[in-house]
């Protein structure tokens, strides 16, 4: 991939800075977690896998200057950094499957010594970073037998490189076919407030030679009602066990118009991304994002001072309208609650 949206470099988590794409490609380099709870709580580092990892290694930062002197004194350490970390972003359950898995790993190691245990935990963060890379790759694979020679894709949000270790979700989808040989399109809805259609995908496909259009989010109808548009494949940031996806606000609306127009729409997202312990959609939390985003988003007013504003960054496609929810396992079909299933093993 072109970019390395997120590693760990020098006893340091390094990551894109990505509210400052695309005009600019910084790396912010973090040894605290206070400094990575802010990074995912601005959105510096974004997407389900990517905010995972970054809690992975959060918790790395936190704890390897620890002078602790006992496996109770370090859990404690584990614990807290794990459980602040927590408490960055609500809504996608890769965040909270990777710091209990983080602090499982400690639990699970209490007999070794404080010096092994941090050496234990930066190995379990980054079999965390190359288990996701596996997973895109597979996902990609999967996914790439539901496109066509010259088929038309519409994203929405940013499902790539930038959220993940590799190159993404549903948007490995499209890099898996065009690895294939065959020729894909896609239109990116720019999503509105925070625009990761326009600053993010559209970025990284032209990075990656791939023919992208941006489209204004209200132009997803018009151009479903053109034909230009073959399948509609978004990312996810948390899936219920029947189905219900939550993914950046606006995707409902875009699966309500492919139902519709008649035309698939898909899901691509780990199994790191499915919750089981939820029945549906109704229990996935729902991050609220503070209203500037949306009247002064990007440092220009656009609204006046003092106007109400409702800014759910999330929205939840029901399963009804969702074709198939790619992952590295295979395509689950509904009715999902058997398929999602099968494939978490
Ligand atoms: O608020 P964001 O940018 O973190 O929202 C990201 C999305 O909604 C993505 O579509 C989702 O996390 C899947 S990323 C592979």
Same mark, same amino acid.
């Given at each position: 991939?072109? #970019? ?19 005009? *600019?490609?910084?790396?912010? *380099? %973090?040894?605290?977690?206070?400094? #990575? ?10 997407? $389900? ?13 936190? #704890?390897?200057?620890?002078? +602790? ?11 807290? +950094? !794990? ?5 960055? @972003?609500? /809504? $996608?359950?890769?965040?909270?499957? $990777? ?8 639990? *699970? ?17 980054? =079999? ?5 890379? *596996?997973?895109? @790759? ?6 790439? =037998? ?8 519409? /994203? ?8 993940? !270790? ?6 490995? #989808?499209?890099? +898996? ?9 896609? %239109? ?77 729409? %898909? ?27 949306? /009247? ?6 656009? =609204? ?12 939840? /496609? ?13 395509? !689950? @079909? ?9 494939? $978490?093993?």
């Amino acid at each position: 991939m072109p #970019v390395s949206t997120i590693e760990w470099k020098d006893g340091k988590v390094r990551m894109i800075d990505q509210t400052k794409l695309p005009t *600019e490609l910084v790396y912010l *380099e %973090y040894d605290d977690v206070k400094e #990575v709870w802010a990074a995912i709580k601005r959105l510096s580092v974004r997407g $389900a896998p990517a905010i995972g990892i970054a809690g992975a290694l959060g918790v790395v930062a936190g #704890v390897q200057n620890s002078d +602790a002197k006992d496996f109770e004194a370090f859990y404690a350490e584990v614990e807290k +950094a !794990a459980d602040y970390l927590a408490t960055s @972003r609500p /809504t $996608a359950v890769n965040l909270f499957w $990777a710091l209990d898995r983080m602090k499982r790993t400690a639990l *699970e190691n209490r007999t070794d010594d404080v010096a092994r245990l941090k050496q234990v935990l930066l190995e379990e963060a980054l =079999a965390i970073v190359e288990e996701d890379r *596996e997973a895109c @790759r597979r996902m990609g694979k999967n996914g790439a =037998a539901l496109l066509k020679d010259g088929d038309t894709v519409l /994203t929405h949000c940013n499902a790539g490189a930038l959220a993940t !270790a590799d190159y993404g979700t549903a948007l490995a #989808v499209i890099y +898996a076919a065009v690895e294939e040989g065959k020729s894909i399109s896609v %239109y990116a809805d720019e999503t509105r407030p925070l625009l990761q259609g326009a600053r993010l995908t559209a970025w990284e496909l032209q990075q990656a030679g791939i023919d992208v259009t941006l489209i204004c989010d209200n132009t997803a109808a018009q151009v479903m009602k053109e034909g230009r548009i073959d399948i509609v494949i978004t990312g996810a940031d948390r899936i219920a066990s029947n189905g219900d996806s939550a993914n950046k606000i606006g995707t409902y609306n875009v699966a309500l118009l492919a139902h519709i127009h008649g035309v698939p729409f %898909y899901i691509a997202a780990p199994i790191s991304t499915l919750d089981l312990s939820l029945s549906s959609g109704d229990e996935i939390p729902i991050e609220e994002r503070g209203p500037e985003e949306v /009247t002064c988003g990007f440092g220009t007013r656009t =609204a006046p001072e003092g106007v109400k504003v409702y800014s759910p960054a999330f929205d939840v /496609t029901p399963a009804t309208y969702i074709h198939g929810i790619i992952t590295e396992n295979g395509i !689950a @079909r509904p009715p999902y609650g058997e398929s999602l299933k099968k494939l $978490a093993g």
